[in-house]
């Protein structure tokens, strides 16, 4: 069974670069299927996907996001991550991890991890 | 961006009701509509994939339907642990991904 754990500082100054990693167990993360997202979500609000990368490299973004916005994949680690720059107190939020099966929807979800910005 | 709008954005409702709420496209997203249910402190969790199939686990008595612009998820009867809020999601776009606003189920 698939897991997926995000990681992250907790707390961020504003203009700075937020970092998260997601670790992947249970399983392989190098299926053609597979793509894999991070989604936020700011308190008391709804989900906003952020992006998507693929295990060839290619990646995907929120048009709202894409200038601040990278997203890598470590295959040989498990792991994928997310770097937000220039962030503000809007960038407030859960930021989840998850499987975007086929580019489809998503599947398997991390348990998400609470970043806050704040100085 | 594929613009998604659900109503209604809360729905009182008591146990054993019929419950349903219908998720409408910006443009039409053919049957590409996926459907996630959410509790306080919860990630969200895949109900519902391509409109109408449902997730393995899932109980039955949630469906949905739906083609084009317009969607619903409805639930059957509707069961204590079944408050929560409920999200759809397009797929039809290839590129960016695109969540409605949200339904809470809440007890009426």
């Known amino acids: 069974q698939l897991l997926l754990q995000e990681s992250g500082p907790g707390l961020v100054k504003p203009s700075e670069t937020l970092s998260l990693n997601c670790t992947v167990s249970g399983g392989p993360m190098s299926s053609s299927n597979d793509y894999w997202g991070w989604i936020r979500q700011p308190p008391g609000k709804g989900l906003e996907w952020i992006g998507s990368?693929?295990?060839?490299?290619?990646?995907y973004y929120n048009p709202s996001l894409r200038s601040r916005v990278t997203l890598s994949l470590d295959t040989s680690n498990k792991q994928f991550s997310m770097k937000l720059g220039s962030v503000t107190a809007a960038d407030t939020a859960t930021y989840y991890c998850?499987?975007?099966?086929?580019?489809?929807?998503?599947?398997?979800w991390g348990q998400g991890t609470v970043i806050s910005v704040s100085s | 961006d594929i613009e998604m709008t659900q109503s209604p954005s809360s729905l009182p409702a008591s146990v054993g009701d019929r419950v349903t709420i219908t998720c409408r496209a910006g443009?039409?997203?053919?049957?590409?509509l996926n459907w996630y249910q959410q509790k306080p402190g919860k990630a969200p969790k895949l109900l519902i994939y391509s409109a109408s199939s449902l997730q393995s686990g899932v109980p039955s008595r949630f469906s949905g339907s739906g083609s084009g612009t317009e969607f619903t998820l409805t639930i059957s009867s509707l069961q204590p642990e079944d408050f929560a809020t409920y999200y759809c999601?397009?797929?039809?776009?290839?590129?960016?991904?695109?969540f409605g606003q949200g339904t809470k189920v809440e007890i009426k």
């Open positions: 999601q397009q797929s039809y776009s290839t590129q960016t991904w695109t």
């Open positions: 998850a499987r975007h099966y086929a580019r489809l929807f998503f599947d398997i």
């Open positions: 443009q039409s997203i053919s049957r590409y």
């Open positions: 990368v693929f295990n060839r490299g290619n990646a």
